[in-house]
């Protein structure tokens, strides 16, 4: 692990095995730390923040520190790749996101350092004094929150960190990473190139481990100012709850159950590939995936036969190291196993399953899946309500515009959505109604836009100068002239 500026073992000496979701193969051993290891960081990251130099950083010194980080992943792009792929079971079709969107951010951030209002002067007031009125000066100032424990996921581990590294070095904070026991090495591999970057000791810090002991600690700290969580919405209500007792600034990308809205005008022949995307984008391993389809009631039927089709064509399962594979495996056994249950409780509760549901029988080891589509889905019922984060899409027919846009709106999540049709300004109409984070109409998606949830999809936002917001602190300064 990298504490206060040194490669350290856990001090229990023990590891565990990251295994290959694809192959079972062990891909690596990390360290398997415990509270003390965590308690050992946060005081790195604290005495860093509160006494090292990192404090009199300048916009341009924090700029410097992100594009290093940026050349150093593009130099490593083939290295990153290979852990991505064996670790993370991430197929070459998501790595647009997983590889070169990260780097395109951290430039990103590098340019906000430079662009961001640090102090911004308000208006002149007049001030009654003993000497008569003067004029009254004020300032807005941004300061870093502090210490800013961070709690990536492990689906997308290079996009979903660095939205959280970039705009904590931009506006000059430490921080503790405590990664997904998953999918720990992009961030220790973020570790190895911020070595390089010659960075004050305890500003960046990683501690890995298997133990739910490690996040409460760095959540329950009172000498940790922030947390940034992404992950489920039960892990986010336990962070909220705990976290609440030292008032702690809180940001929390959580899950989704977002809704695709077939309008009566689209092309079902475009529209298959966007409304078939569950079943193969990253085995369906991503919050803001799109597995409620909804469509008229009269294409209802038709959009089923095009789906099977195109997943019986198009998708190819296999080992995410093959560049030609769709759909790798989902991340571990437990996963595997929990995606099952759903699929049964889709057929207890009367879907139609169209196509998958069990396992591919050519595939003897890794933790795979077949795409598996439903049919005939009701919103009640618990595949159309909870996230599956597996290669499972559910077919909901509606009978009018407002009913589907109340479909749309029936449910607990609100982070991502779509809507496919012929015609944009009625979609962007039809998207200001939908209560969820993200809508893209006909596949169009900004990743560098602010990213995050209505209702229990979370707080706060990601994602250029939205992000830079998350990690400061507004004071006001006032003097007389």
């Given at each position: 692990?990298?504490?206060?500026?040194?490669?350290?073992?856990?001090?229990?000496?023990?590891?565990?095995?990251?295994?290959?979701?694809?192959?079972?193969?062990?891909?690596?051993?990390?360290?398997?730390?415990?509270?003390?290891?965590?308690?050992?960081?946060?005081?790195?990251?604290?005495?860093?923040?509160?006494?090292?130099?990192?404090?009199?950083?300048?916009?341009?010194?924090?700029?410097?520190?992100?594009?290093?980080?940026?050349?150093?992943?593009?130099?490593?792009?083939?290295?990153?790749?290979?852990?991505?792929?064996?670790?993370?079971?991430?197929?070459?079709?998501?790595?647009?996101?997983?590889?070169?969107?990260?780097?395109?951010?951290?430039?990103?951030?590098?340019?906000?350092?430079?662009?961001?209002?640090?102090?911004?002067?308000?208006?002149?007031?007049?001030?009654?004094?003993?000497?008569?009125?003067?004029?009254?000066?004020?300032?807005?100032?941004?300061?870093p929150v502090g210490v800013c424990g961070?709690?990536?996921?492990?689906?997308?581990?290079?996009?979903?960190?660095?939205?959280?590294?970039?705009?904590?070095?931009?506006?000059?904070?430490?921080?503790?990473?405590?990664?997904?026991?998953?999918?720990?090495?992009?961030?220790?591999?973020?570790?190895?190139?911020?070595?390089?970057?010659?960075?004050?000791?305890?500003?960046?810090?990683?501690?890995?481990?298997?133990?739910?002991?490690?996040?409460?600690?760095?959540?329950?700290?009172?000498?940790?100012?922030?947390?940034?969580?992404?992950?489920?919405?039960?892990?986010?209500?336990?962070?909220?709850?705990?976290?609440?007792?030292?008032?702690?600034?809180?940001?929390?990308?959580?899950?989704?159950?977002?809704?695709?809205?077939?309008?009566?005008?689209?092309?079902?022949?475009?529209?298959?590939?966007?409304?078939?995307?569950?079943?193969?984008?990253?085995?369906?391993?991503?919050?803001?995936?799109?597995?409620?389809?909804?469509?008229?009631?009269n294409k209802h039927d038709d959009l089923?036969?095009?789906?099977?089709?195109?997943?019986?064509?198009?998708?190819?399962?296999?080992?995410?190291?093959?560049?030609?594979?769709?759909?790798?495996?989902?991340?571990?056994?437990?996963?595997?196993?929990?995606?099952?249950?759903?699929?049964?409780?889709?057929?207890?509760?009367?879907?139609?399953?169209?196509?998958?549901?069990?396992?591919?029988?050519?595939?003897?080891?890794?933790?795979?899946?077949?795409?598996?589509?439903?049919?005939?889905?009701?919103?009640?019922?618990?595949?159309?309500?909870?996230?599956?984060?597996?290669?499972?899409?559910?077919?909901?027919?509606?009978?009018?515009?407002?009913?589907?846009?109340?479909?749309?709106?029936?449910?607990?999540?609100?982070?991502?959505?779509?809507?496919?049709?012929?015609?944009?300004?009625?979609?962007?109409?039809?998207?200001?109604?939908?209560?969820?984070?993200?809508?893209?109409?006909?596949?169009?998606?900004?990743?560098?836009?602010?990213?995050?949830?209505?209702?229990?999809?979370?707080?706060?936002?990601?994602?250029?100068?939205?992000?830079?917001?998350?990690?400061?602190?507004?004071?006001?300064?006032?003097?007389?002239?």
């Amino acid at each position: 692990m990298y504490v206060d500026g040194r490669w350290v073992e856990a001090q229990s000496g023990k590891t565990y095995a990251l295994p290959n979701p694809a192959t079972e193969a062990i891909v690596a051993e990390a360290p398997d730390a415990s509270r003390e290891d965590m308690r050992a960081a946060i005081a790195a990251a604290r005495k860093a923040f509160d006494e090292g130099p990192w404090r009199k950083s300048t916009p341009g010194d924090r700029r410097q520190v992100l594009l290093k980080i940026a050349d150093e992943l593009e130099r490593r792009k083939e290295e990153v790749r290979s852990l991505l792929v064996a670790a993370a079971g991430a197929e070459y079709v998501t790595h647009l996101i997983q590889i070169d969107r990260p780097i395109e951010l951290l430039r990103l951030y590098a340019d906000l350092a430079l662009r961001f209002e640090f102090e911004t002067m308000l208006p002149v007031v007049p001030v009654p004094t003993a000497m008569g009125i003067v004029a009254g000066n004020s300032m807005a100032v941004h300061q870093p929150v502090g210490v800013c424990g961070l709690i990536p996921t492990w689906n997308f581990p290079l996009f979903v960190s660095v939205q959280k590294l970039g705009p904590a070095i931009a506006t000059g904070n430490t921080m503790v990473f405590k990664p997904s026991p998953y999918m720990p090495l992009i961030d220790l591999l973020l570790a190895e190139i911020l070595e390089g970057c010659d960075l004050p000791r305890g500003v960046y810090n990683v501690v890995t481990g298997q133990s739910a002991e490690l996040g409460a600690e760095l959540v329950e700290s009172p000498m940790v100012d922030k947390i940034s969580f992404t992950g489920s919405v039960a892990t986010g209500k336990r962070i909220m709850e705990a976290a609440s007792r030292t008032l702690k600034r809180i940001h929390l990308e959580l899950g989704g159950k977002s809704a695709t809205l077939i309008l009566d005008d689209a092309n079902l022949d475009e529209a298959v590939g966007a409304s078939s995307s569950p079943a193969f984008f990253h085995a369906g391993q991503g919050c803001a995936i799109c597995t409620r389809i909804l469509v008229p009631e009269n294409k209802h039927d038709d959009l089923l036969e095009r789906m099977a089709a195109f997943i019986q064509m198009a998708v190819k399962i296999g080992d995410p190291a093959d560049p030609s594979v769709m759909l790798g495996p989902v991340i571990r056994e437990e996963r595997r196993l929990k995606i099952e249950e759903y699929v049964e409780s889709g057929r207890r509760e009367g879907a139609q399953l169209i196509i998958g549901g069990g396992r591919p029988k050519d595939l003897g080891k890794g933790y795979f899946l077949e795409p598996t589509v439903f049919g005939q889905v009701r919103n009640d019922m618990t595949i159309a309500r909870e996230e599956i984060f597996g290669p499972v899409a559910s077919v909901l027919p509606y009978r009018s515009e407002d009913e589907a846009i109340r479909i749309a709106n029936e449910s607990s999540y609100g982070l991502g959505g779509a809507i496919l049709t012929k015609d944009t300004l009625r979609a962007i109409e039809i998207a200001k109604q939908i209560r969820t984070g993200t809508v893209g109409i006909n596949g169009a998606f900004n990743l560098f836009g602010p990213f995050g949830g209505f209702k229990q999809s979370g707080i706060g936002r990601e994602g250029g100068m939205w992000g830079m917001h998350e990690y400061t602190e507004v004071q006001t300064v006032a003097w007389t002239s």
